[in-house]
């Protein structure tokens, strides 16, 4: 029953947004509302159901779409992660709107769906921290609490990296979600129509700014 809800739920998701109604997903169902609170006590518990789900299916194609590159090539990698946010977001466009889409009215995610969110920047990060870099270059300089921000994810993970090259890493994954959600949501239309050569020559773009050898 609680999978039969969610497949209910996801459907309503792609027909009328994130702005779940318990009640709505009942009468589909045909139980009354009461035998479905027995599963999810509310609308929220319904979309953190959900959002955990897309982020683990997600973060499973990129995973998938990485490992099937070889070790050494590290832009390669880079490239399939991309390749493979892109391919889940085209395929699951209203999941995508749940996690990176308009925030849903009143709803604030609770604390454990921070782990699965950052799945895919970590296995960026891995990447890099595998190409054996060494320190980031200096080319904006950062203010110190965001240095300290910083540091401090670096403590986090296994590896040699520093603050500089860090800051390059995120600025390519917010520019890979930024770029995939354009497309999702239609902002490129009329503008791009090369859509695929665009995404892949920003994903290149970007593996030049960390520093992957190509």
Not at 4 to 21: F, N, P, Y
Not at 175 to 203: K, P
């Amino acid at each position: 029953m609680t999978e039969e809800i969610k497949r209910v739920a996801r459907r309503h998701l792609a027909t009328q947004g994130a702005d779940l109604s318990l009640r709505a997903v009942a009468r589909e169902l045909d139980i009354v509302a009461s035998a479905l609170y027995r599963y999810f006590p509310n609308r929220d518990a319904l979309l953190t159901a959900l959002i955990l789900e897309a982020y683990e299916s997600l973060a499973e194609a990129a995973v998938a779409a990485e490992a099937a590159v070889d070790r050494a090539d590290g832009r390669g990698r880079w490239y399939a992660v991309w390749r493979g946010v892109r391919a889940w977001a085209l395929a699951h466009p209203a999941e995508y709107g749940l996690l990176y889409g308009t925030p849903v009215p009143g709803y604030s995610a609770p604390a454990d769906t921070v782990t699965p969110a950052s799945a895919v920047v970590l296995l960026l990060v891995r990447i890099v921290v595998d190409a054996d870099l060494g320190p980031g270059p200096v080319s904006t300089p950062m203010t110190e609490p965001l240095r300290a921000d910083l540091r401090r994810l670096i403590d986090e993970q296994p590896g040699d990296l520093d603050e500089n090259r860090l800051a390059l890493i995120f600025a390519g994954w917010t520019q890979l979600f930024g770029l995939v959600g354009f497309e999702v949501f239609g902002r490129l239309d009329q503008t791009v129509t090369a859509v695929s050569d665009y995404f892949d020559h920003q994903a290149a773009l970007m593996a030049d700014l960390v520093g992957l050898p190509g």
